[in-house]
Nanobody, 122 residues
């Protein structure tokens, strides 16, 4: 299983950015694909996740209403549309898969992609 993340960059506060994560396999319906982020000196934190089969979506309170996670079944990818970005959103963003369907904790995810840097300037 390989996950390839892309789409990071440097933007200004209030701007939008879209991250994508392509999977090398077709996820099972029970799988969860999610996004985490890690800022310097901080622990990795949950951002958003989507259950591949049902399409149910989950968000951290800090991004609810600003970020939208979606899936593209044909491309076997998960996207994270980030709007109204804030400087505190600055972090390395990682996509990951939870084969057993866990949502909120990093330890529930068994495969991780490489990170992509998102920097939001004020």
């Amino acid at each position: 299983v390989q996950l390839q993340a892309s789409g990071g960059g440097l933007v200004q506060a209030g701007d939008s950015l879209k991250l994508s994560c392509a999977a090398s396999y077709r996820p099972f319906s029970s799988s969860v694909l999610g996004w985490f982020r890690q800022a310097p000196g901080k622990e990795r934190e949950f951002v958003a996740a989507i259950r591949w089969g049902s399409g149910n979506r989950y968000y951290a309170d800090s991004v609810k209403g600003r970020f939208t996670i979606s899936k593209d079944m044909a491309k076997r990818s998960v996207n994270l549309q980030m709007n109204s970005l804030k400087p505190e959103d600055t972090a390395v963003y990682y996509c990951a898969r939870s084969g057993r369907g866990g949502i909120w904790q990093a330890r529930e995810y068994d495969y991780w992609g490489q990170g992509t840097q998102v920097t939001v300037s004020s």
